[in-house]
Each structure stands twice: as structure tokens, then as C-alpha cells.
């Protein structure tokens, strides 16, 4: 059972400056590398991606969100949607290896250092 989620906002502009890049919005780009990341990615079973209209975070695009029953959710912004999704991944697996869901920042991948936006406990 996948209780793993990376939520993607499709909405999100491709940067601060640059709403979309070829007729597609910066949330779209980064779903469509996501999606090739996750296809040769052996733990794409415990993890689903789930596009979302809109994380609300607007000033901060590109943006994702991970979260999971029992863990703090982690959600990430100002991410190129051409060059993250590697490190996504990378930060993916760090999560789900994660008892609580937290990744310190000395452990992320290097694109994933900053940019974070919010650490939201668990509720239960």
C-alpha cells in the first residue's frame, strides 16, 4: 500500500519572472521529469505522485510537498522545474527512510538545502 506522497503543484509559474515556457506553466515541466524519474525508480511502489492545483506558495515556484501518515511533512519552493527532479528523488528516498520525515538540511541533496517552506507536524 503507497502511503508515501510527493505532491506536485501544477500551477506554479516555471520562476519568479517567467510564468510558462513553451505554452505549459513551470508545475507541468517539473511533473513531466518527475514522471521519468520515478519510472526506473525502484521505490516508485511506496511512493505515488499527486498533482495538485495549487500548493499556495506562489512566490516560491517551482514547489513540492512530501508527506506521509506519522511523519512530518516537508514541503520545498523556489526549485527549477528542468533541473530538480534528480535531487526530488534522491530527497524522496531520504524521506521514506526517515522515521519522523525529517531530512537534515546537512544530509539533503545540495538543490534541496534551501528553498524549504514549511515542516508541518504529524497529526497523529
Request: hydrophobic share 40%; aromatic share 8%.
Amino acid at each position: 500500500m503507497t502511503d508515501h506522497v510527493l505532491f506536485i503543484c501544477r500551477s506554479c509559474a516555471v520562476s519568479k519572472h517567467q510564468r510558462e515556457h513553451l505554452k505549459h506553466r513551470g508545475g507541468f515541466h517539473l511533473l513531466e521529469h518527475l514522471k521519468q524519474q520515478f519510472k526506473t525508480w525502484e521505490m516508485n511502489a511506496p511512493f505515488v505522485i499527486r498533482e495538485v492545483e495549487c500548493l499556495s506558495a506562489c512566490n516560491r515556484p517551482c514547489v513540492v510537498a512530501l508527506s506521509a501518515p506519522g511523519k512530518t511533512t516537508l514541503m520545498f519552493g523556489d526549485l527549477s522545474p528542468f533541473e530538480s527532479a534528480p535531487a526530488i528523488r534522491e530527497l524522496c528516498q531520504q524521506y521514506f527512510r526517515s522515521a519522523d520525515g525529517i531530512v537534515p538540511r546537512s544530509d539533503r541533496p545540495d538543490l534541496l538545502k534551501r528553498g524549504i517552506l514549511a515542516r508541518i507536524p504529524p497529526v497523529t
